[in-house]
């Protein structure tokens, strides 16, 4: 293979390999390896750790929940006119591109107390969302919802939709067919989706310290404690970033063999 | 709806077919209109192209019709969504369900009506009169192609319909096995005893499954008859090339 | 003068601020070859490589704490107005992350600090030349314009039914709040803890927070939308804030010059403009 590669691309690969591959290795190079199970054992980077890990299950559970309906949607509208199709494809897409940061300020407009939303809620249900964990989550599910949306709209694309007429000529109702035919056949791609939903929510750092604020045990994540660390203690923030690079790797490789099997063949 | 009805050898009266349709698909508008008694099969026979699926997925409800009805017996089922109208399909691929094995495609039908481990059950004796029992774990992928025409067919029956649409049932296989797998179908068929019409572009397959044939040729009925009818006065070239051509 | 982004205020990604500050980095190298250049040829005395209008171009980067903000845009452009050749570039940020940026090799001619242990961090580095004080600071409770929750004084930061920001302890102007909360007897109960001072105030104009603790320079800084509320013992909590020219600089004279005047009477009256205190 890597003879039939001309040398400037041979190059250019191996820089982006150097690029994607290098800033981790520092980071296990210049761990304090020694002092971390010190580091680790704190409280305050246990506390981090609960809260990322609560708060980004429950906001993958949430974009399951409400990203599968979604995908169904966007993949349903491959029919629709342009313009609505568009506009439906663009308003997943916003939160992608979006930086997160500009997303937190923008869920602080809607939902902090002066919001539109924030607001109403304040003084019906005496309910305030930013300085919340579940302000935490929903700034989560806001930058990762997209990620598991386009993952399970390109497994519903690619499955067979005779699948779900034969369902229905076998007596399956809508939701059955949902059920019982699309879901199962789009089960790989709404864990890869889900993977991915989780390392973004775990990850997740500007919208989060804007609409969240950074409050240990309640709205401080992982990745907030690594930034706020960097500042007074560099090696307590390595090991939380150590940590976090080590969160990755497992969720990715221990989920890895459950998806990709796949559909039996 | 009785217990008795979900057996595979259960055989009571059985209502008509009476189609009336007419829908598009692009920019070609297909008009059919046809009875269809049970026992006595009716192929729909004619090219490529000529509308002869379309015209079953517009009886099973699966496209909307731009005009006319379709009914069984006296009920009519315009407007029905295709799980309410007791029509099986056997799709010309068979499309299986390729994540549940074959015991769980044959068991659907009655899944949707209740549970799992009932559903299993039910689909024993439909395993057993299929020959499917010992492929009962399998999955669609590691079936042949006469295997997964049985369980599409198994499948669709265990359903209890009271029309069996088949669509090219016959493509899909292989040409050594298919006048075995033929002759099967044909026993199959005359089993369940309602009202059934196939789609075909075989003379062979119509001869052997059918009563009687009704010719499709873009998108509008040019003949209806027996095939002896039909050699007896070929309506249209079609019609003749294709009857000369089956009789090598 | 130009102003970087933000160097602490949370970004988009997780990406370190710091690459923001390597790409002004690689834009003054690139002015500093020019002027290198230049200078070869030139064989004019390198007495003083600011001052004059004849003199090539030269960039003085800065980091100040986000409190300074207002006072050292103002001065900057005092600054250059007085040295034509001279291109000052702000980043303004929390004072720890700051200092950790610079220790980590950021491309900074001077570093200005609200309080005096990150700039010993810098100092510890070898990299800052005689730091100086040259303004204080005390703190404020700042409340959104018209006090809507009703704050008095620091013991309603202790209600936890009031949203409360404070900066984190490991900024100057938490340490500084936590040392006035301590040494009144308040047990505050805040809702955030800000990277830095300006984050803390954005939330206040906001109206996120009903009340929150920062630099009385702060108040005036956020315009109409955010008061000042004076508290009994603010006095005795002063931050100091170092300047130094930082021993890297590109260019140490033009660094040095800066110093000179953020220091001399002009920053002298600049910064008492803005509500701080003399050294």
Same mark, same amino acid.
């Given at each position: ?9 041979? *190059? ?35 506390? /981090? ?18 990203? *599968? ?31 997160? *940061? ?49 993952? *399970? ?5 690619? /499955? ?78 390595? /090991? ?26 | ?24 698909? =692009? ?21 490529? =192209? ?28 315009? =407007? ?64 042949? =192609? ?103 | ?207 996120? @927070?009903?009340?929150?603790? @920062? ?65």
């Amino acid at each position: 293979m890597a003879g039939r590669l001309s040398w400037p691309v041979a *190059v250019a690969a191996g820089i982006a390999l150097a690029v994607l591959v290098l800033p981790p290795a520092a980071l296990v190079l210049r761990a304090p390896w020694a002092d971390l199970p010190e580091l680790l054992a704190r409280e305050s980077v246990i506390q /981090a750790l609960v809260l990322s890990f609560a708060t980004a299950t429950l906001a993958t559970a949430i974009c399951l929940v409400l990203g *599968v309906p979604l995908a169904a949607l966007l993949a349903r509208a491959a029919d629709w006119p342009t313009l609505p199709r568009r506009v439906l494809r663009a308003a997943v897409t916003v939160p992608l591109v979006l930086p997160p *940061v500009v997303g937190g300020i923008a869920m602080l407009l809607l939902l902090g107390r002066r919001g539109p939303i924030g607001r109403l809620l304040e003084e019906w249900f005496g309910v305030t969302v930013p300085f919340t964990t579940g302000a935490v989550v929903l700034a989560q599910v806001f930058v990762s919802l997209p990620f598991l949306v386009f993952a *399970v709209e390109g497994a519903l694309r690619s /499955a067979d939709r005779r699948t779900e007429l034969a369902a229905a000529t076998l007596g399956a109702s809508r939701w059955q067919v949902f059920r019982f035919v699309t879901l199962p056949l789009v089960a790989p791609g709404v864990a890869a989706g889900a993977v991915l939903c989780f390392t973004r929510a775990l990850g997740e750092f500007g919208a989060t310290i804007t609409f969240a604020g950074s409050l240990p045990g309640v709205t401080r994540t992982l990745p907030i404690a690594s930034y706020l660390a960097m500042q007074s203690d560099p090696d307590e923030a390595i /090991a939380l970033a150590l940590l976090l690079l080590a969160v990755s790797v497992i969720v990715l490789l221990g989920l890895r063999d459950r998806w990709l099997p796949g559909v039996r063949a | 709806m009785t217990d008795a009805a979900a057996r595979p050898d259960a055989a009571g009266p059985r209502p008509a077919l009476h189609a009336d349709v007419v829908v598009s698909r =692009g920019d070609l508008e297909i008009a059919a209109a046809f009875d269809v008694v049970p026992r006595h099969p009716l192929a729909v026979i004619g090219p490529n =192209g000529a509308g002869k699926s379309s015209v079953l997925s517009a009886i099973a409800g699966l496209v909307p019709l731009e005009s006319g009805r379709v009914r069984i017996g006296t009920r009519t089922l315009d =407007g029905l969504p295709p799980e309410r109208r007791r029509i099986g399909l056997v799709f010309q691929d068979y499309v299986l369900f390729p994540h549940l094995t074959v015991r769980d495609n044959v068991a659907f039908a009655t899944r949707m009506r209740g549970g799992r481990t009932a559903a299993r059950a039910a689909a024993d004796p439909w395993l057993e009169r299929y020959g499917l029992a010992p492929l009962a774990g399998r999955y669609p992928a590691e079936l042949s =192609g006469g295997q997964a025409q049985r369980v599409a067919l198994a499948r669709a029956l265990a359903a209890e319909p009271e029309v069996l649409l088949l669509d090219e049932p016959m493509s899909a296989l292989d040409v050594e096995v298919r006048a075995e797998m033929r002759t099967e179908l044909a026993t199959h068929v005359r089993e369940f005893g309602g009202a059934t019409v196939l789609v075909t572009h075989s003379p062979a397959d119509a001869a052997a499954l059918a009563d009687s044939v009704l010719v499709l040729e873009a998108g509008r009925v040019t003949q209806r008859g027996t095939l002896d009818e039909l050699r007896a006065a070929p309506a249209t070239p079609y019609v003749e090339r294709m009857l000369a051509a089956s009789a090598d | 003068m130009r102003r970087m982004p933000p160097a602490t205020a949370p970004t988009a990604t997780r990406t370190p601020r710091r690459h923001l500050a390597v790409a002004a980095g690689i834009l003054a190298f690139a002015t500093a070859s020019a002027l290198t250049g230049c200078a070869s040829t030139g064989a004019s005395s390198a007495a003083s490589s600011t001052g004059r209008a004849d003199v090539a171009p030269t960039t003085v980067t800065v980091f100040a704490a986000a409190s300074l903000t207002e006072a050292f845009d103002t001065l900057a452009a005092q600054f250059e107005a007085e040295h034509p050749n001279v291109d000052v570039v702000l980043s303004y940020g929390g004072s720890a992350a700051l200092a950790q940026q610079v220790v980590e090799g950021a491309p900074v001619d001077v570093f200005a600090s609200a309080a005096e242990p990150p700039m010993q961090a810098v100092a510890d580095a070898g990299l800052a030349v005689d730091p100086v004080v040259f303004a204080t600071n005390t703190l404020e409770l700042a409340v959104p314009a018209g006090n809507p929750a009703g704050i008095t004084g620091l013991d309603d930061l202790a209600n936890p039914d009031l949203r409360i920001a404070l900066c984190d302890p490991s900024v100057p102007c938490g340490a500084a709040s936590a040392e006035l909360l301590a040494r009144q007897g308040v047990g505050a109960a805040p809702d955030t803890l800000e990277s830095d001072v300006k984050a803390v105030l954005t939330k206040v104009s906001l109206g996120e @927070v009903d009340a929150a603790l @920062v630099y009385r320079t702060d108040v005036p800084a956020a315009g109409g939308e955010v008061e000042g509320i004076e508290v009994p013992g603010a006095a005795s909590v002063v931050n100091r804030y170092p300047i130094a020219a930082l021993s890297e600089a590109d260019d140490a004279a033009a660094a040095d010059d800066f110093v000179a005047f953020v220091t001399g009477p002009t920053g002298r009256e600049v910064l008492a403009d803005a509500g701080f205190g003399a050294p």
